[in-house]
């Protein structure tokens, strides 16, 4: 009953901010790296930013590099977008993807959140 629930997605002006959220339930969220994707209309699905399992390392596509960030909270359950200085590129459907990262434990499991639509728009 592996399950990813993103939310915090909306419509917001050029410049603006965005905190999205991503709650699992189900699965040794600890054992999983994690990921925000983004797929715009007429667009392929593009990788914006990875976590690793204990947060310790950070990855992000040269297009959002010094204006998003990716967190997490193990505790919680739950990876965190902060996104800011907010352009009408950034316009798509976000979804939180969560990959295994230790294969003894979790072979190459893999679970994908429903997505959350970001409008950026004056």
């Known amino acids: 009953q592996a399950q990813l629930v993103e939310s915090g997605g909306g419509l917001v002006q050029p410049g603006g901010s965005l905190r999205l959220s991503c709650t699992a339930s189900?699965?040794?969220?600890?054992?999983?790296?994690l990921n925000w994707y983004r797929q715009a209309p007429g667009k392929e699905r593009e990788l914006v930013a990875g976590?690793?399992?204990?947060?310790?390392?950070?990855n992000y596509a040269d297009s959002v590099k010094g204006r998003f960030a990716i967190s997490r909270d193990n505790a919680e359950n739950t990876v965190y977008l902060q996104m800011n200085s907010l352009k009408p590129e950034d316009t798509a459907v976000y979804y939180c993807?969560?990959?295994?990262?230790?294969?003894?434990?979790?072979?190459?499991?893999?679970?994908w959140g429903q997505g959350t639509q970001l409008l950026v728009s004056s």
């Open positions: 993807n969560a990959r295994c990262d230790i294969n003894i434990f979790c072979g190459r499991a893999e679970y």
């Open positions: 189900g699965f040794t969220f600890s054992h999983y790296g």
């Open positions: 976590i690793s399992r204990a947060g310790g390392r950070t």
